[in-house]
């Protein structure tokens, strides 16, 4: 099976080259808001963002209708700009969706808030025995799949339900079991959803000063950059979680991001299915920051091989099991597979699952290229 770089995994898998696979694909501070009439910027609780159908023909919105209609998938979008006019849009945004890996994002929020009330410690483990730390940064830099199962087995999936319903995230749901990497039952958000707590993120309203760095580098380090940083100009700064799931119908790709310019700052999340490519997410964004600030004159491009060894390493043909060679340090390395601190890598920028030269290595003997 061929796969490009922007390979993330969102359901259950056995490891490559050990068992059979069952593949899917899934899949990182800017300006303050705007015064109010008193002089002080509201609360982004209290900003609602605005549907299509409250706002109708807007230059916004009539701009990203006319985009959708021409590409293959369905979606929804929702758009908060965080600094000037403060323009939003919301295209069924309120729609419960499949958001893949991009729910990462409410599972290392409700983890950081623990941290910040003490409820929680960055070293305390979960079941695997590896740190919350280190779950944190394997589920938003490569997007691994394990550590959000056990982390969300550790905070508990009816705790997790009643914290988004009270804090305002009426979409965003864990069931029972999710947990449990076996069952891993479906989970949904909304696009409003995820935008509202992007936009509470960049206000400083959702964590603490040090929590809300943490989880700002993790998305800005995150490796999988061909979708919303893709269709901004060159000169932007993104920092981003997306999620790509192989689904009956097709599949599901989606994106939550903070774009900042020297125009302006906007929240943009895209949830798509059906016949969706992260092209069409790249250009769902260009259409919006064009809306909103001018042509965007080049766009960022970004490698397929979003990894590289910070030192001379070995690597292995299972998780630190059977050494197999050596890894030189500075070697571009692309994902494709992970289970928890260990990576299933290649050299080959076509990304092959298959590809008979891919190996294991730790995690920690890697970084990300956007460090």
Not at 195 to 203: C, D, F, S, V
Not at 249 to 256: F, I, K, R, S, Y
């Amino acid at each position: 099976m061929s796969r490009n770089s922007t390979t993330q995994r969102d359901v259950t898998s056995r490891r490559p080259g050990i068992a059979p696979i069952v593949l899917a694909l899934t899949v990182t501070a800017v300006l303050a808001l705007g015064s109010c009439a008193s002089g002080a910027p509201p609360p982004v609780s209290d900003v609602q963002a605005q549907s299509g159908e409250e706002n109708p023909g807007s230059p916004l919105e009539v701009a990203v209708r006319e985009r959708l209609v021409t590409l293959s998938g369905d979606y929804a979008v929702a758009v908060r700009e965080l600094t000037g006019e403060q323009r939003q849009l919301s295209i069924r945004g309120a729609e419960p969706r499949e958001p893949a890996s991009v729910i990462k994002l409410f599972a290392a929020y409700a983890a950081l808030d623990r941290v910040d009330r003490g409820a929680l410690s960055l070293d305390d483990a979960v079941r695997s025995g590896v740190s919350v730390d280190d779950c944190l940064r394997a589920m938003i830099v490569i997007s691994d799949n394990n550590c959000h199962w056990e982390l969300v087995d550790l905070l508990g999936e009816q705790s997790l339900r009643a914290q988004f319903a009270r804090e305002g995230y009426p979409t965003t749901t864990y069931p029972d079991g999710y947990g449990d990497d076996a069952a891993n039952p479906a989970k949904l958000t909304s696009a409003d959803d995820l935008a509202l707590l992007l936009a509470r993120l960049h206000a400083g309203e959702l964590l603490s000063a040090e929590s809300s760095s943490l989880l700002l580098d993790l998305m800005a380090t995150q490796i999988y950059r061909q979708r919303a940083p893709s269709g901004v100009p060159v000169n932007a700064a993104v920092v981003d979680k997306p999620g790509l799931l192989a689904v009956d119908d097709g599949l599901v790709n989606t994106d939550a991001a903070i774009v900042s310019t020297d125009d302006g700052t906007y929240v943009i999340t895209i949830m798509g299915q059906g016949g969706t490519t992260n092209w069409a997410l790249a250009e769902i964004t260009r259409t919006v920051h064009e809306s909103l600030y001018g042509p965007v004159e080049a766009v960022s491009e970004f490698p397929a091989l979003g990894l590289e060894a910070v030192r001379d390493t070995r690597r292995f043909a299972s998780p630190g099991e059977g050494p197999i060679g050596d890894v030189d340090a500075g070697t571009r390395l692309g994902v494709l597979w992970s289970e928890r601190l260990w990576v299933y890598v290649t050299e080959d920028a076509a990304l092959e699952l298959d590809d008979p030269n891919a190996y294991w290595v730790h995690l920690d003997d890697l970084r990300s290229i956007y460090d």
